[in-house]
């Protein structure tokens, strides 16, 4: 009995190690295949490393103001007797806008006319008496002060119906009604929201360090949301003298044109300052480079040591400034050579690669996609 469960125990000791023998030459022939597997080749698209020349341009947003922009207000208390504007529309400078109650003053001027006329022939008859030394040379002055007062009175009360009148200071666009018809307004309480809306200002900053590459008359773009796609040229026309000592910035200001008033006074703007020195740089798409947190790089595409196929070799640059589909490539790249231009994500370095440029996209500086 006990021999046959010895007999049985081998048995199953050379089955396992039989097929242990076997396991063990399956994983090493899989081993010496993986050694031996040469991964196809990845195909690419691919842009040589090009040398342009930009414009140095300087960046920063900016906010729009009027170039005029008023509330319109009561200058002097009194009933709203007539609104003879629209909320939102173009007015010219003189136009009216509100009449207040001018019935007490409109009274009262016949009567200090009547007065200051009265004043003026008795000054033009002392003015005769006295040349003949009938009248003392005081009782002339009392007569050229009574006509003075008299004057006085009447261009008061003129001046208080002119107040009383609310005409537009300068000519522009509008806001919303803040008034009603019989309203009784104290002074200084608005009336009307008035801008100036073309041509706009924009204000920006700028670091102190440029303030040597600064000067009037520098063109600028302008552009925003209110806008895509479009950028609006104008010039620097102010340059503060005076730089901010926490920011270290100067206060600038340009003029841009807004004939289709897209533009208000109170949005914010990205702003383009165009320098006249031009930069020489090396460009590459911007779906070329593998961004990472420890450097950036592109992979190169070299011929193989068999002249015929290609590989990958990955390259560490350093980036300058983009511009649309395009960036500047400070340091890592020569001209002429030629890099990958999309999909680097999936790309390993010394891995094989095909060319095939059918598919590449059109980069551009300027790019403007099309409303599908």
């Not at 190690?17 to 195909?43: C, N, R």
């Not at 007569?143 to 119906?161: E, F, G, H, K, M």
């Not at 100036?196 to 600064?214: C, G, K």
Request: glycine share 6%; proline share 5%.
């Amino acid at each position: 009995m006990k021999k046959r469960v010895i007999f049985v125990i081998l048995g199953l000791v050379v089955v396992i190690a039989i097929l242990a023998g076997i396991k063990a030459l399956q994983i090493a022939a899989m081993i010496e295949q993986g050694k031996s597997f040469v991964p196809p080749p990845e195909t690419v698209t691919s842009v040589v490393v090009k040398a342009d020349s930009w414009t140095s341009d300087l960046m920063a947003v900016g906010s729009l103001t009027a170039v005029q922009g008023v509330t319109v207000a009561a200058d002097l208390p009194g009933k709203v007797e007539k609104i003879a504007f629209e909320p939102g529309c173009q007015v010219k400078n003189g136009d009216l806008l509100v009449h207040q109650d001018t019935s007490s003053e409109e009274a009262q001027l016949p009567g200090v006319v009547a007065q200051a006329k009265q004043a003026r022939s008795e000054l033009e008859r002392s003015k005769k008496l006295v040349a003949e030394n009938i009248i003392s040379q005081s009782d002339y002055d009392k007569a050229q002060s009574a006509y003075d007062q008299a004057l006085a009175q009447v261009n008061n009360i003129r001046a208080t119906i002119s107040k009383k009148t609310i005409r537009a200071p300068f000519s522009g666009r509008l806001g919303i009604r803040q008034v009603n018809l019989g309203q009784l307004l104290r002074e200084g309480d608005p009336i009307v929201t008035l801008q100036t809306l073309s041509p706009i200002f924009v204000d920006f900053s700028l670091p102190q360090q440029q303030l040597a590459r600064l000067k009037t008359g520098q063109p600028v773009r302008v552009s925003c949301d209110a806008l895509p796609g479009d950028a609006i040229e104008g010039k620097i026309t102010a340059i503060n003298p005076l730089v901010d000592s926490e920011t270290r910035n100067i206060k600038i200001q340009a003029t841009i044109s807004n004939h289709s008033e897209k533009l208000r006074p109170g949005m914010f703007v990205n702003v383009t300052v165009g320098l006249p020195a031009r930069q020489s740089v090396l460009t590459i798409p911007a779906t070329a480079v593998l961004y990472a947190s420890y450097s950036d790089s592109v992979f190169v595409i070299e011929k193989d040591q068999d002249e015929k196929s290609f590989k990958l070799r990955q390259q560490f640059v350093r980036l300058g400034e983009k511009r649309g589909d395009f960036v500047a490539v400070a340091g890592g790249l020569k001209e002429g050579e030629i890099v990958v231009s999309t999909g680097v994500f999936k790309l390993r370095n010394g891995q094989a690669a095909v060319i095939d440029n059918n598919l590449a996209p059109d980069f551009k500086q300027s790019p403007k996609p099309e409303n599908d």
